[in-house]
């Protein structure tokens, strides 16, 4: 063999390990090739000083048990089993159940950073879902145990924050924007977008589209209730404006403006299950709406998720889906 061509595959070969090596080296740490960040990668945020421990080491939590009126201390993954058990029905698809424990910590860690978590309990969670998540620690399965584990530490973060873990029941057709069905005041973080949903053909018809009807009384006092004027007797209900999943963001009764995510609430967010509206329609004293969807469309579609875990993504590919430009980092083992 002439020096030359010897050279030319001993250069070759070297070339060839190295991109093996760094083929490699993207996959370590990893599952399913979706890389997650160790704990010392730049992109982790700090575990708020309320609950850090040791470094790499979980952090106990004081959770306020509303059942019982009592503060009782947890471990962190125990206490999100509950959360994931509470929020998502525990014999869906492993991944998904998995997907909702990683949005459930990193909703944890958010709400402990921006203020102590509950402070008004003395306590860094509740489990009361109009204080914090659901909780259902009777609910929790081995399929709910195995779905923690496998994400266990696993957070969400955008450019090294905990990202506010917004998730709901069903988007419809596609998901929201944070001022759009939230109304949040902060404008929309960057990491929210409106994606399509996967669920419109898995998710059962009583949960998917829904009517509901509403006296024009009960419009003049929730919309009172909401901006704190009082509209007088409805003659007149339109919706004004639609955000870009084409949700109403903005109603009008008579002269007063109402914004359509707060009206939702005070007119009960299980009676009027969205501001996805089809179909409006006013016919003597009463106002009937038909919608689809269920919950305020922000982040994580739950009948998304599971029609993702139904095509093999795995969880880490679910969350991505839903939340834009960010990263998956593990905080302990």
């Known amino acids: 063999m002439p020096t030359h061509n010897k050279n030319y595959w ?11 090596l760094v083929v490699v080296s993207r996959f370590v740490g990893s599952r399913d090739g979706q890389e997650i960040q160790p704990l010392q990668e730049q992109a982790s945020p700090e575990i708020p000083p309320e609950i850090k421990t040791e470094e790499n080491q979980e952090p106990v939590l004081q959770v306020y048990i509303s059942e019982e009126g009592s503060v009782r201390s947890m471990d962190f993954e125990e206490y999100i089993k509950g959360v994931v058990a509470g929020e998502m029905k525990p014999d869906w698809p492993e991944t998904a159940l998995a997907a909702q424990a990683i949005i459930a910590r990193s909703f944890t860690l958010q709400k402990i950073e921006e203020n102590g978590g509950v402070p008004q309990r003395n306590a860094h969670a509740s489990t009361d879902i109009e204080e914090f998540q659901a909780y259902d620690a009777e609910a929790i399965t081995e399929n709910v145990e195995k779905a923690v584990e496998m994400t266990r530490g696993e957070v ?12 709901h029941a069903f988007a419809g057709p596609q998901t929201a924007l944070a001022d759009e069905g939230l109304a949040f005041k902060g404008g929309n973080p960057p990491y929210i977008h409106v994606v399509r949903s996967p669920a419109t053909d898995i998710v059962p018809q009583e949960e998917k589209d829904w009517d509901e009807s509403f006296s024009l009384e009960q419009i003049r006092s929730a919309v009172q209730e909401v901006t704190g004027e009082d509209p007088g007797p409805i003659t007149e209900f339109e919706i004004v404006e ?8 903005l109603f009008r009764a008579n002269d007063t403006e109402v914004v359509a995510p707060d009206l939702r609430l005070a007119l009960g967010s299980t009676e009027m299950r969205s501001t996805f509206i089809n179909e409006m329609d006013i016919s003597g004293n009463e106002v009937t709406f038909s919608g689809t969807g269920f919950g305020h469309g922000v982040g994580m579609c739950q009948w998304g998720a599971r029609a993702h875990a139904d095509d093999g993504l795995s969880p880490e590919e679910i969350v991505r889906y839903y939340y834009k430009d960010v ?3 593990k905080l302990w083992d």
Do not use: A, E, M
Request: no cysteine; glycine share 14%; proline share 3%.
């Open 10 to 20: 001993i250069v070759g070969s070297v070339l060839l390990v190295i991109l093996f």
């Open 156 to 167: 969400v973060v955008h450019q090294g924050n905990f990202i506010r873990g917004w998730f």
């Open 242 to 249: 639609k955000g870009p999943s084409g949700r109403v963001t």
């Open 327 to 329: 990263d998956i980092v």
